[in-house]
């Protein structure tokens, strides 16, 4: 039996299905949209409605800057799983985390600096027929 490798989007898709998971599991709150995207040696996350209500609570009755210390150490906390589970799906050692969450958009954003590229599979372009100078579809029609 033989495994491809995967695609850059199947790499990047299954990234995001696997952190939406871990922050229901671990926060029981489940982001309604996680975005994952592999840049050379960088994972860059972004993810939608990921403030828990606990943290709604504060920030809406006024302790703001609570509720912003309560993400940040959730953040902190949550970083060496995430870090873990990066290097699991990728294959490759995370230098660094870095997290910022903003409490007004609900949107957190991790970027994930890697020590090598992940190995990602180009598409298949094969099956992608391009138009030659031989093709006779363009022909003018003639009166």
């Known amino acids: ?25 671990q926060l ?6 996680v975005i994952c995207q592999l840049s050379d040696q960088n994972v ?4 939608e409605n990921s403030i828990t209500q606990p943290e709604q609570l504060l920030a809406q009755t006024g302790h703001q800057e609570l509720a912003q210390e309560v993400r940040s150490d959730l953040d902190d906390a ?7 589970l990066i290097e699991e799906t990728l294959d490759v050692s ?11 958009s609900g ?19 094969s099956k992608v027929r391009r138009k030659t100078s031989s093709d006779k579809t363009n022909t003018p029609k003639s009166a």
């Open 28 to 33: 029981g709150h489940q982001p309604t949209k």
């Open 107 to 125: 949107r957190t954003g991790f970027i994930a600096i890697l020590t090598d590229s992940p190995t990602v599979r180009t598409p298949d372009s």
């Open 44 to 47: 860059v996350v972004v993810m």
């Open 78 to 84: 949550i970083g060496p799983k995430l870090k873990a």
């Open 94 to 104: 995370v230098i660094e985390v870095l997290a910022d969450t903003t409490l007004e």
């Open 1 to 25: 039996m033989t495994t491809s490798t995967p695609t850059r989007g199947q790499v990047e898709r299954t990234l995001a299905q696997r952190i939406q998971a871990m922050y229901r599991d």
